[in-house]
């Protein structure tokens, strides 16, 4: 790790505790009301909610959670202020136990470096304390809910806190790694977008709870509803990690039959993933091209080992077999849901713009721009890998053949900028930038 990152990780950790340490002051023993049995059940359903949303995430993917914690905050920052989020924020970290993507680890803070734990913490007590100042800037008055005087207290919050959050994450990203402003800027805006938009009605209404007479009994039973929600959604979404297990499966069974294509569809994937953003293509539309590049060549599981493991050329009869495997992928994906806009990518991944390519001959824009990505990162680590009959090329030799190749083979735009990615070491950069542990 850089120390510049170093010096900027320990700056918003000082500066989030600090911060922490302030608000807690001012609720305790400025701020909060007396403490009676209604207020204090209050705050500790507010707390009990955090805690356990926190500890309840649902993986979209790997690097894109729905976190119910801001419905949480939310409605402690209607009920009992910004300081009051910020304490809880403080109280509850030591004790969050987060199950990895796969479920099958969990991350809490004595398996965690203690530079990300405090950067996360800082990060968040900064975000909710600018957010919570922009609140009190515009009229915002702990306990007062009425609508519609609440509404621009409560979005003025969410976008300054959303805001604050972004950049802090952005200036580590630009202190530790090489990255594009707009792109990463959208791309964290519009993860972070959806699941805040659609907490904040909840958010709402859970206040609306705690402030009847029996707010905190009922805010349990709004608990429950939720929980259930929950538990629904993770069991569909189970059901998806199942079937690209089992697609996952397939494809290193492809692997497995011929050594030489090892961890190929990994490459292919960083590839096509790297060259996307390079060109500026939209977050959405980058993850679906990340999808079919680890499915492009699982068709290859239905042609003969004696074809794919041939040491020499092939003969027209057995290229023409070779040319049968994105139908016989399709095939495959067909049968799973979820999996349609990949389809078309699959099926068209050796199309050449020229037209020359298989299975349908379609060429120049009749083609998305992912099918051109996703076929020059196939061909790209094809010329540089080892194969029983010669050695892979260099980089730059790769680069060479795809500017000549360039409106013939593949699309000129994308074979141009492949060709500078392979020229500047980029490529193989961001193989080790994808072992990097970053914070969250």
């Not at 709870?209 to 608990?223: E, H, S, T």
């Not at 078309?344 to 009749?366: K, Q």
Request: glycine content about 8%; overall charge neutral; charged content about 15%.
């Amino acid at each position: 790790m850089r120390p510049a990152t170093k010096c900027y990780m320990a700056l918003i950790s000082v500066l989030g505790l600090c911060t922490g340490v302030f608000c807690a002051y001012r609720f305790l023993l400025v701020l909060s009301g007396p403490w009676n049995l209604s207020y204090t059940g209050v705050f500790l359903v507010l707390l009990l909610f955090a805690w356990g949303s926190c500890c309840l995430p649902l993986y979209l993917r790997e690097d894109c959670t729905v976190d119910l914690s801001f419905i949480s905050i939310l409605a402690t920052i209607l009920i009992l202020g910004p300081e009051a989020a910020v304490l809880i924020k403080l109280v509850t970290s030591p004790f969050v136990v987060i199950p990895s993507p796969d479920g099958k680890s969990r991350e809490h803070i004595f398996n965690t470096a203690p530079s990300k734990t405090l950067f996360n913490l800082g990060n968040h007590s900064i975000s909710y304390a600018v957010g919570g100042l922009a609140y009190y800037a515009v009229g915002g008055r702990p306990g007062d809910i009425a609508l519609p005087y609440v509404l621009l207290p409560a979005v003025l919050f969410i976008v300054v806190a959303m805001i604050a959050n972004v950049v802090v994450i952005l200036l580590y990203f630009m202190l530790s790694q090489h990255v594009k402003l707009y792109p990463t800027v959208f791309q964290m805006f519009s993860s972070l977008a959806p699941s805040i938009v659609l907490s904040a009605p909840i958010g709402y209404f859970l206040a609306f709870l705690l402030k009847l007479d029996a707010g905190p009994w009922l805010a349990i039973l709004f608990m429950l509803p939720l929980l259930l929600a929950r538990y629904s959604f993770k069991l569909y979404l189970d059901s998806q990690k199942h079937q690209i297990h089992v697609i996952q499966t397939l494809a290193a069974a492809l692997e497995a039959k011929d050594p030489y294509t090892e961890g190929h569809s990994t490459r292919v994937r960083r590839y096509a993933v790297q060259l996307a953003e390079q060109m500026g293509l939209s977050s959405k539309r980058v993850q679906k091209l990340s999808t079919a590049a680890v499915f492009h060549d699982i068709g290859k599981i239905g042609i003969p080992d004696s074809i794919l493991q041939k040491p020499g050329a092939l003969t027209p009869e057995e290229r023409a077999v070779i040319q049968t495997h994105p139908a016989k992928g399709v095939r495959i994906l067909e049968n799973l849901d979820g999996y349609e806009a990949i389809i078309p990518l699959v099926l068209h991944h050796h199309e050449f713009y020229d037209g020359r390519g298989y299975p349908d001959g379609t060429c120049g824009e009749e083609l998305p721009i992912e099918t051109y990505i996703l076929g020059a990162a196939d061909a790209y680590d094809a010329i540089t890998s080892d194969r029983p009959y010669r050695r892979g090329r260099t980089p730059l030799q790769a680069a060479a053949i795809l500017r000549e190749e360039a409106g013939k083979q593949f699309h000129p735009q994308v074979a141009v900028t492949l060709a500078e990615l392979a020229e500047g070491g980029l490529l193989e950069r961001s193989a080790r930038l994808d072992e990097e542990q970053v914070p969250c």
